[in-house]
């Protein structure tokens, strides 16, 4: 069976600061990752993805994840932030063998100070 | 375009009623699912078809009834539901159901049982 963990339920960051949320997985097999937001009193988007290839991925406002196959870990990493960044981010892993379900971490709330 | 569309957007309904929750999607997408998703908690997943026909069922209570009429709606019937029904349920749809593929979300139904 595969999990993910967020460590970290709530990370307050001022405004132009740099972020990292914390997303570690546990599955016995190969892993799809996958990092989506959810704006207040919306549905989820998806920010970015790791499927193969580069371990290093990035999404189009500036957030950037890194798949270390090593620590099983799939942070998140902005290097400035904004205010309009302010949502809940979850962590989602996925895999060839089972019934290939999206589970989902608990979630990050990220709150941007001004 | 990359939307799903969800209606109604807020939904009130007593323990005896009846309503039933509507989703749509015109990507292609030939996978689609329902979540059930409380303050603060990630999504759970609930129910997924592919092709049409009802691939996973997360031992839901038979009061949460699915149904999938053509490759582009989904609909969820209510029936006698209970306080602790009351959510937002997300519906969602990929291009198959693959682990690897992209799940698109729409903004939910928020759901008050009385």
């Known amino acids: 069976a595969q999990s993910v963990t967020q460590l970290d339920s709530q990370v307050p960051v001022f405004e132009e600061a740099p972020v990292e949320l914390r997303c570690n997985y546990s599955s016995s097999v190969s892993v799809y990752l996958f990092w989506y937001v959810q704006y207040p009193n919306q549905g989820l988007q998806l920010l970015l993805k790791?499927?193969?290839?580069?371990?290093l991925v990035e999404s189009i406002n500036g957030f950037e994840a890194e798949f270390n196959k090593s620590q099983t870990s799939f942070h998140l990493r902005k290097p400035s932030v904004h205010i309009s960044d302010t949502a809940e981010y979850f962590c989602a892993v996925s895999s060839n063998f089972g019934n290939e379900k999206l589970t989902f971490g608990t979630g990050t709330r990220l709150t941007i100070i001004p | 375009d990359t939307e799903v569309t969800q209606t109604p957007k807020h939904l009130v309904m007593g323990m005896t009623n009846k309503k039933s929750l509507k989703c749509e999607q015109h990507?292609?997408?030939?996978?689609m699912y329902w979540y059930k998703q409380k303050a603060k908690k990630p999504p759970e997943l609930m129910f997924v078809y592919s092709y049409e026909k009802l691939s996973i069922n997360e031992s839901v209570p038979s009061r949460f009834s699915p149904e999938c009429p053509n490759s582009s709606l989904l609909n969820l019937h209510l029936h006698a539901l209970q306080p602790e029904d009351s959510a937002l349920y997300l519906c969602?749809?990929?291009?198959?159901?693959?682990?690897?593929?992209?799940?698109?979300f729409g903004p939910g139904t928020r759901l008050l049982v009385l």
């Open positions: 969602a749809s990929s291009q198959t159901q693959g682990a690897q593929e992209t799940q698109y």
């Open positions: 790791y499927l193969s290839g580069s371990t």
């Open positions: 990507m292609g997408h030939r996978a």
